[in-house]
């Protein structure tokens, strides 16, 4: 019998490190038209997200949203979208992908209160559905459909 790993790379897939941070979370990196950043890998995030600091490390165009942004002990923030981005993590590429911008500050302050690093984003749930995500927790790598 096929290894996962073996079995989803000959199914199409690629295979991404994820890197478990002190706070328990999935470090990845991603580039976001052509720019790298650090992102946390979020199944429960419904969308992937930017903080307002990084709109112009990642060039992005942000409109004003009326979704209010909740999580990780924050509610009813306001964020911005901004659309038709270019995603590439690993081999795996999106273009046209939405992003949420909102004030990540809340989360990298527990971050950093953890000695993890600071991040750039979350990548979401979005994204993981349209690249047919598998994760294999024990080795620690995020599969995506090429």
Do not use: R
């Not at 979020?42 to 600091?53: H, I, K, L, N, P």
């Not at 999580?71 to 911005?80: S, W």
């Amino acid at each position: 019998m096929d290894t996962l790993q073996e079995y989803l790379l000959n199914k199409g897939y690629t295979k991404i490190k994820l890197h478990l941070t002190k706070t328990n979370h999935f470090e990845i990196i991603a580039k976001i038209n052509g720019k790298k950043g650090l992102f946390i890998l979020d199944t429960g995030a419904s969308s992937s997200c930017v903080g307002f600091e990084a709109i112009d490390t990642f060039n992005l165009k942000a409109k004003d949203s009326d979704i209010k942004a909740a999580g990780a002990g924050a509610t009813d923030m306001l964020t911005q979208i901004s659309k038709k981005n270019k995603l590439k993590i690993g081999k795996w590429k999106k273009d046209k992908v939405a992003l949420i911008l909102f004030n990540l500050t809340h989360v990298n302050a527990a971050l950093t209160n953890h000695n993890s690093k600071p991040v750039d984003g979350i990548i979401g749930a979005d994204v993981l559905k349209k690249g047919k995500a598998v994760i294999d927790y024990e080795k620690k790598y995020l599969y995506l459909k090429l």
